[in-house]
Structure formats: C-alpha cells, structure tokens
C-alpha cells in the first residue's frame, strides 16, 4: 500500500525506485510522510556525513524526542555510528552528491 507522500518520491537512482517505493510503504504505512519522514530522510539525504540527533534538532526544527521517534520508524534504512552517535543512510546509493 503506498501513501500519496511515498508515491511523490522522485530522484532516486535509476532502477531502484520500485524497491524504495515498496520499502517506504511497508515502513511508513498511513503515516504523514511530508510531516514525519521526509524532513530527516532529506536531511540525511544531503548529508556529507553523518548527523547527530543535535544535527537533525537543529537543521529541522523537530523537538529532541521528536527526533528519536522519527529515527525509530526509520531504522530500516539508516545505520547509527556510537562515538559520537550519529545518523546516515545505510545504502548509499540514496545519497546525493
């Protein structure tokens, strides 16, 4: 089942938009994607490294456990770094660059 939001999703590389597209709908199901999700999936996105949870605060404007529920959700597609702790897309192949 995919969202309106998730079906708007454009820019991916070539070939890996059906897989995506899938992959964001089981994950965010009816969820508000514009609201909850692609804030941090573009900041993330245009990332050249990593973000902290402070990065993600600051450059969205998200509340500090607005930011830790919204990584949740997210989690199949991100991978988080310990020291210090921080975010980026698992597959760089959604990275741009």
Known sequence: MQTDGVAA??????GLDP????????????RDWEQESAPL???LSVARESLTETN?????????REIKGRLAGLRPF?????TPRAYRFYHQSVVRR
Not at 78 to 82: A, F, T
């Open 78 to 82: 991100i991978e988080e770094s310990r």
């Open 56 to 64: 993600l605060k600051n450059f969205s404007g998200f509340k500090q």
């Open 9 to 14: 999703m454009s820019g991916f590389p070539a």
């Open 19 to 30: 897989l995506y597209r899938d992959s964001l709908a089981r994950v965010i199901g009816r």
């Open 41 to 43: 999936m573009g900041l």
